[in-house]
């Protein structure tokens, strides 16, 4: 089993949708929490960081359960712009390499 | 500022070949880590160094991939006798201190092609 997994889509949204993806991480000792973007072809950035509390930006909402070690975004009234790789990433406890996952494709459509 | 620079963009060459790739981190950045891409897939851990010394290279895939960063800031990845599956996106960051919440700033990577 892979230590982060996500649904690899393609979504397929049209403008203003809501959509939202899920990650499982499989080690409970895992830390801290990241949902990066990916476009095509250029490196990862640091979309958000993911608490406890749950997070919003903007747009933008993560939420973490500890219980059933799941990870979420949600992105309202998506835009174009929005269209990318978004990717699931896990650290744990000191140790400070991060565990990646394959990503999900999210394509906003007009 | 600058950001975390990548040399070379492209690098294309012969299975068997040496390569090095290198990477300028973010000025004051401690931590410096190397990841690989492959198509389809997340990044992969290969080497993180804290300083010059390489504090973790547990994702280094053989003893053909070698990192140093004799200064503290500058690094080079090395591969020796490079193999079709060494093909890859090699990415570079950096983060200020290396604590577990630090921000890792990624560099634009090396697309490594081996023939």
């Known amino acids: 089993r892979k230590e982060v997994e996500q649904d690899p889509g393609p979504f397929n949204v049209p403008e203003g949708a809501t959509v939202a993806f899920n990650c499982t991480y499989s080690?409970?000792?895992?830390?801290?929490f990241f949902w990066y973007r990916q476009d095509c072809r250029k490196e990862p950035k640091l979309l958000m960081s993911v608490y406890s509390s749950g997070n919003e930006d903007g747009r933008f909402t993560a939420q973490l359960n500890r219980a059933s070690q799941y990870i979420s975004l949600l992105i309202r009234d998506s835009k174009l712009s929005d269209s990318a790789t978004y990717l699931c990433?896990?650290?744990?406890?000191?140790?400070?390499?991060?565990?990646w996952g394959l990503g999900t494709s999210l394509a906003v459509n007009p | 500022g600058a950001g975390v620079s990548q040399t070379p963009s492209n690098k294309v060459t012969e299975k068997g070949k040496y390569v090095e790739l290198r990477c300028d981190p973010i000025s004051g950045h401690t931590a410096l880590y190397w990841y690989r891409q492959s198509l389809g897939q997340g990044p992969e851990f290969l080497i993180y160094f804290q300083g010059t010394g390489a504090a973790d290279d547990s994702g280094l895939p053989n003893d053909r991939f070698f990192a140093v960063r004799p200064e503290g800031s500058v690094s080079t990845l090395k591969i020796q006798r490079t193999e079709r599956g060494d093909s890859a996106v090699y990415l570079c960051?950096?983060?200020?201190?290396?604590?577990?919440?630090?921000?890792?700033?990624f560099g634009p990577g090396t697309r490594l092609t081996v023939l």
């Open positions: 960051a950096s983060s200020p201190v290396g604590g577990g919440t630090d921000t890792q700033y």
């Open positions: 080690n409970s000792a895992s830390q801290s």
């Open positions: 990433v896990v650290k744990t406890g000191n140790n400070r390499k991060l565990i």
